[in-house]
Every structure is written in C-alpha cells, then in structure tokens.
C-alpha cells in the first residue's frame, strides 16, 4: 500500500533502517553526540536561533509554545481543523482566545489581524498555521508576522509549521516559535516534535523559568544545550532524523525543496488536465488537495484498487475532500501513480472518462 496522506507519511528504507539498529541508553557519549549533531542541523533548518526536541506529537508543541508564550491572551487563526486546535489549547489554559474565523480554502488577511490587535490592547500572542493541512491552505505568515510586530512590538509570533517545515523554505524572521513534527515532511513516525524559537522567545522562557512540567521548556533548554533531554529522550526518532539529515545534505537543501516544487507543478498541471477542482485559494506545496463531490468514494476506490492509500477531508468537507501528500522524500512516480489512480478512479464513478491526460501532463511538465 502507498501510503499518500499528508500525514503521517511513508518511512523509506533507508530511515526504516537507521532506526533498526540496537537500542541505545539515552545519558550515554554515544546518544549525546547524535542528539549534538541533530540538534545543531535542525536549528540550521529551521532558521532558528534556539532549539527544543520533544517527545510528543505536534500538538503536544503546540501546547508548551501556547503555555510559554502566551501570558494574557491568544488571538488565534482559525482556517480549519489545526487552526481550531490553537483555540482549543487557549481555551484549555485559559487565555481567553480571540478568533479569527475563514472557510478552509481561504487565507488570513493581515488587516483582519492589525485590526484585531488595534481593537484588543490585551492580546499579547498570535498563534498560526504556517500551512493549515486540514484544507492544504498556505496561509501568508511572513506578511501577518511582521505586520503583528508593526501593530504590537512586543507580541510573541507562533507558527505551527508541521507541514510547511521541510517542505518548502520561508522567512521566519518575524517568527518566535516555529513547529515541526517528526510525521510529515521528516518521513519519520510519529512521536517527535519540535520547535525552533527565536532569541527573545528563548530568553523569555528562561527569564520566566518555563511552564508546566513535562512540556516545561526552560527545563528542556538547560538540558538540551548539554546535549541531553530532561527526560527520556525519543532516541529511535532522534537516531531517524539524524540520517534524514545525512540524506538531505548529500541531495543538498536548495535541490530538496526544488524538487518538492517540481513535483508541485506537475502534480498542479495533472490535476488540471483532468478537470479537477484545486480546492484552496492559495495551495501550498505539501499537499494537492482536491475538492469532488465524490471524494470519499474516489479515495475507496484508489485505495482498495490502486492501493493508494490519500488522505481525506473532515467536519464538513469529509465526503467532499481529498488530499496527497507531497512531502519530504516522495517519488515523482509515487505522485504520477497517485493521480492516474485519481483519474481512474473518477472513470470508475462516471465522474469523467479516463484518457491518461493526468499521467501525461504530470510527466510532461515533470521532465520539461
Ligand atoms: C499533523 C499536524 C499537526 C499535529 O498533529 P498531531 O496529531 O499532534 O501530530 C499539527 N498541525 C498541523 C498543521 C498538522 O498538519
């Protein structure tokens, strides 16, 4: 089965394998000196000037970045589903969320957010996605970013970048507290998380001395500079992103995420040459995602026919969305199979009459 969904993505062979070996102690020379390497590559990767691994899903990021960085009041971006996960964890630590709402398919406004803040003298942290998954919205960080700073200097900027961070590069200049997950574009399993902050937001976490316990990230950063991790550390994952690491940097980043844009452009062509209906207003690289009356019955198809397995929609778009992956190391082949399977599929359910145009558009573009 090819396992399409825009999380989690398909392990390859050669991170399988780097995760294979024997079980290593995590206070050992031999685990602290990966941790050192990985720590070191992953700042360099995420521009950050600060960062903290952690054993945890996304969300569980998500939450120490809301806990640390927000004292007063959250203004959050709600575009879909993770967006509304940013108001839930306000909500559960008590910052009063204000919200801004739009559909799925359409990107925050930066007035919408210097109005917010011009109006509510109180909020003192913006919470986003950097690509909101739940619809493949890319969401125009790098403006609403600086212009928050413009309209409250002092404002903490947090960006859950889960699946924008290795799947295309951006300015994070304006950004104090940028997310990744070790599921999506990292092609690793679940379970690690981690987050690149900036030089005041690390220095306010310190000065602060952290929140909570097992999410406390002062406690993580005084650890974590020493190479070591306050408590067990995921050491399969971290030995997993090391060779990540050692793969990227044989490809070379500039020609990594040039190749996730080129398979982009000719996923994008693919889709188009069969009439299908891009659902967001403004894509972003990670995904294709396709709005069709018939999605879910598209996707039962390709999955148990084609044996692909892409992702689907929620809430209201459950029957009507569905979406493929187009993160990390994934093949061209793998995305050219996946939309051909897409056109038969829709063959199949007399959506439309199968004449191999995705196939052809995708490897046209690809190779032109
Ligand atoms: C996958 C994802 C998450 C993390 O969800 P978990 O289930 O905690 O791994 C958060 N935000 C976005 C945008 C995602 O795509």
């Known amino acids: 089965m090819l396992l399409m969904t825009p999380g989690p993505t398909p392990s390859p062979e050669f991170l399988r394998r780097a995760m294979s070996g024997e079980s290593i102690h995590h206070r050992t020379p031999e685990f602290e000196a990966i941790f050192a390497r990985v720590r070191d590559r992953l700042k360099r990767f995420m521009q950050a000037s600060e960062i903290v691994l952690l054993a945890g899903t996304g969300s569980g990021a998500m939450e120490a970045a809301l806990t640390h960085l927000c004292a007063k009041r959250a203004l959050t971006i709600n575009a879909g589903k993770f967006g509304e996960r940013w108001t839930k964890i306000a909500k559960a630590f008590g910052k009063n969320p204000l919200e801004l709402t739009y559909e799925w398919n359409a990107p925050a406004k930066v007035e919408d957010v210097e109005n917010a803040l011009k109006n509510n003298g109180d909020v003192d942290a913006l919470f986003i996605q950097v690509c909101e998954s739940a619809g493949g919205l890319r969401h125009p960080v790098e403006a609403i970013a600086k212009a928050a700073k413009a309209a409250r200097k002092d404002i903490f900027v947090v960006a859950d970048g889960i699946t924008a961070v290795g799947a295309e590069k951006f300015e994070v200049a304006n950004i104090d507290a940028l997310i990744a997950g070790s599921q999506k574009a990292f092609m690793l399993p679940p379970g690690l998380a981690a987050i690149g902050l900036s030089q005041k937001a690390a220095e306010h976490i310190e000065t602060t001395g952290g929140a909570g316990f097992y999410f406390n990230l002062a406690t993580e950063l005084k650890n974590q500079r020493k190479n070591t991790t306050a408590w067990t550390a995921a050491t399969t994952l971290v030995q997993g992103l090391d060779a990540f690491f050692a793969r990227l940097d044989q490809i070379g980043e500039d020609n ?80 050219a199979w996946s939309l051909n399977a897409l056109e038969m599929a829709m063959d199949k359910l007399g959506a439309r009459k199968y004449d191999g145009n995705a196939n052809a558009r995708f490897t046209e573009t690809y190779y032109q």
Do not use: C
């Open 256 to 335: 990594f995420y040039a190749d996730t844009l080129r398979r982009r452009d000719a996923g994008t062509a693919a889709l188009r040459a069969i009439g299908a209906h891009i659902y967001p207003l403004a894509p972003a690289p990670s995904m294709f995602s396709v709005l069709h009356p018939q999605a879910a019955k598209l996707r039962k198809w390709m999955k148990s026919e084609a044996h692909v397995n892409v992702g689907g929609g929620q809430d209201h778009l459950k029957e009507t969305l569905l979406r493929v992956s187009n993160m990390g190391f994934v093949s061209p082949n793998e995305i």
